[in-house]
């Protein structure tokens, strides 16, 4: 283990340990600030139902001190207050609503197809012939393939082979910018030019700003042809950003300090929740049998689910929420509530407190989840047996919980349903137990490998 990776399980450790020393209440200091801790689901439920209109999540700072160097504007993570509320009401469109998201099943079933012709590659390349060594890094290029295809319109070639070089770049860059950004949020900001680190994380951004431009600009392109070759009329609006661009819901600065943020939200959220729920359905066959039964008794073997078919598939929407529980990606979130005060639990904070809501120590609640640690998606389909509704509450609360709920949740059931179909999977010899790492998202702390075995 690296020291870094240290520094991150050892966050996780240390808000388990101070619940059992202080409760689910207790104060933290951090560069000069005092922070919050609440670590039970009444708590959570407390805080996010006073939140009012603006919250705030995080200041982010050092994401801001890269968009402030480089005379970016803000994207939809950083911005705040008004800012932030006028481009929310922007961005929820054509994305917010399960009936919005739905308009995207074609192109992720067309991502989901070739996904599965990688797949198959991968499998043959192997000494079994059936065998995927490293299951994230392959979910990985399906979840950036999807979310450029729906916010674009524009596949990005993650699923050939080799992958393109400016593709291969952005993927690098967000694995280093994610990597960096543990150190520059540690280290004091003296240490910025002493130390590889700060500059690193900048050019890392960049790098990620220039594949989110390059993409913008296709599409501007595209739409000028458009108008001038048929006008306004002859302008055929189909993904994301060319609906917001041909209403004229986005100025060019917002969609360009934007759309790389999306891209990152949408990318290490679903391959990483896609791989824990592989690795537990392997472990688990008897549930993989019984969600192999759901999904075929509503889409036969060689049919494609589409929108409408996963109503019908209650075990598949567990499976995924109980993957969520136990691995929440953000594990630990935060809110700053500066319009008022607020009161928990009878003491009453000022304004601009920051609370750190710890999502990863409450969904793992005995109280709320017997078992707790056990993968147990039937739970979530038994009346009654789930104790509190902010148990778990992995895509956030409010109005400014996840903007990609929709489609990470219609990506991540299209996908299983597809491969429950066709595949009894199972986990390589020699795997033995994964465990999660706290790199800002929860990971596996190694590769996770799985066989597929082609289903008759
Ligand atoms: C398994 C998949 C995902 C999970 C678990 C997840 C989880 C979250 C969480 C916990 C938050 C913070 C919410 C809060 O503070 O209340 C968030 C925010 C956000 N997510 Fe997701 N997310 C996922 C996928 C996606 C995808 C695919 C997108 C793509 C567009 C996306 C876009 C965003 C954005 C833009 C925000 C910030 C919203 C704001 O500040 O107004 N997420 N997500």
Redesign the pocket.
């Known amino acids: 283990m690296s020291n870094y990776q240290y520094i991150v399980s050892a966050r996780a450790l240390l808000k388990a340990l101070n619940k059992a020393k202080y409760g689910p209440m207790w104060t933290t200091s951090f560069a000069g600030y005092t922070n919050v801790n609440l670590a039970s689901a009444p708590l959570l439920e407390q805080v996010m139902r006073q939140e009012g209109k603006y919250?705030i999540?995080d200041h982010m700072e050092q994401w801001k001190d890269h968009r402030d160097h480089k005379g970016l504007a803000y994207g939809?993570?950083i911005t705040q207050g008004q800012q932030?509320y006028h481009l929310?009401h922007v961005?929820n469109q054509r994305?917010l609503k399960p009936a919005e998201a739905a308009l995207y099943t074609d192109a992720l079933n067309e991502v989901i197809s070739d996904f599965i012709t990688r797949l198959d590659q991968v499998r043959a390349e192997s000494a079994s012939g059936d065998q995927v060594p490293d299951m994230s890094h392959l979910l990985y290029h399906l979840?950036l393939e999807a979310?450029c295809y729906i916010?674009f319109e524009k596949r990005v070639g993650c699923l050939e082979a080799p992958i393109p070089e400016d593709t291969a770049t952005f993927i690098r860059s967000v694995g280093l910018m994610f990597r960096n950004s543990v150190f520059v949020t540690f280290l004091p900001k003296w240490t910025r030019p002493l130390l590889p680190f700060w500059k690193q994380y900048l050019d890392n951004w960049d790098s990620i700003f220039s594949f989110g431009k390059k993409m913008i600009d296709q599409k501007v392109q595209e739409i000028e042809a458009q108008l001038q070759a048929a006008g306004p009329e002859g302008v055929r609006v189909s993904g994301y950003l060319h609906f917001l661009l041909t209403n004229d819901l986005l100025s060019t600065q917002e969609t360009v300090g934007t759309f790389p943020?999306?891209l990152l939200?949408?990318v290490d959220?679903?391959s990483n929740?896609l791989t824990w729920a592989l690795y537990h359905l392997s472990k688990n066959p008897e549930i993989q049998e019984a969600l192999h039964k759901e999904v075929t008794g509503v889409v036969p073997s060689g049919k494609v689910p589409q929108h409408k078919d996963l109503a019908h598939m209650p075990l598949l929407k567990a499976v995924i929420k109980e993957t969520?529980r136990l691995y929440?990606?953000?594990p630990t979130?935060s809110?700053i509530i500066t319009e008022k005060e607020t009161e928990i639990n009878g003491f009453l904070f000022p304004k601009n407190t920051q609370f750190v809501l710890c999502?990863y120590v409450v969904s793992r609640d005995p109280s709320v989840f017997p078992e707790p640690d056990s993968f147990q998606p039937h739970r979530w389909l038994r009346k009654g047996e789930i104790q509190h509704p902010f148990g778990s509450?992995?895509?956030?609360?409010?109005v400014?919980?996840?903007?990609?709920?929709r489609?990470?949740e219609l990506?991540?059931q299209l996908l299983l349903s597809r491969l429950t179909q066709k595949y009894e999977v199972v986990l390589a010899p020699g795997m033995g137990e994964v465990k999660s790492l706290y790199r800002i998202v929860l990971v596996p702390n190694k590769k996770v490998s799985l066989r597929f075995l082609q289903r008759q």
């Open positions: 919250p999540r939809i993570f932030w929310r961005l994305l979840a979310i916010l943020e999306l939200a949408g959220t679903t929740t969520l929440p990606v953000v979130n809110r999502h509450v992995p895509f956030g609360y409010g400014r919980s996840c903007l990609g709920r489609i990470a990506e991540m």
